[in-house]
């Protein structure tokens, strides 16, 4: 359930973030961002600190705030067949074992300016048939 809530909170701080370039803008002549724009940037941003993960990596739009984990997706676990199997890592030289893969998201929100992000990586597996 807390994924789902997770996974909930990152989808309204990406809906809030991609609505800010239709918002008209307001902005004064000084340069300010608009008043609208920083209310969606500020929801945007309380939505991820509500439940995710404040990391020490540094916004790379910014410079200036840290990245927030919102949540984190996996694919199912793929078997990459037969021909990818490695020997027996309990040294059973009759037997194989299988090789499974997988790939996982990270999606991250920036704490100070609402930026947001997604870095993937793959993860594998080994499962001994015995």
């Given at each position: 359930m807390k994924h789902v809530k997770r996974v909930a909170a990152a989808a309204l701080a990406l809906a809030a973030?991609?609505?800010?370039?239709?918002?008209?803008?307001?902005?004064?002549?000084?340069?300010?961002?608009?008043?609208?724009?920083?209310?969606?940037?500020?929801?945007?941003?309380?939505?991820?600190?509500?439940?995710?993960?404040?990391?020490?990596?540094?916004?790379?739009?910014?410079?200036q705030g840290r990245l927030i984990l919102t949540g984190v997706t996996y694919t199912e676990w793929v078997s990459l067949g037969a021909e990818k199997a490695v020997p027996c890592v309990h040294h059973d030289p009759w037997r194989l074992d299988e090789v499974l893969e997988r790939t996982g998201t990270w999606t991250y929100v920036c704490g100070h300016c609402g930026h947001s992000r997604q870095d993937c990586a793959k993860e594998t597996q080994y499962v001994h048939h015995p």
């Open positions: 973030l991609f609505a800010l370039p239709a918002l008209p803008s307001f902005a004064s002549d000084t340069g300010g961002e608009s008043s609208a724009a920083s209310s969606a940037a500020n929801a945007a941003i309380a939505a991820a600190m509500k439940d995710g993960t404040v990391t020490g990596l540094p916004c790379g739009q910014c410079g």
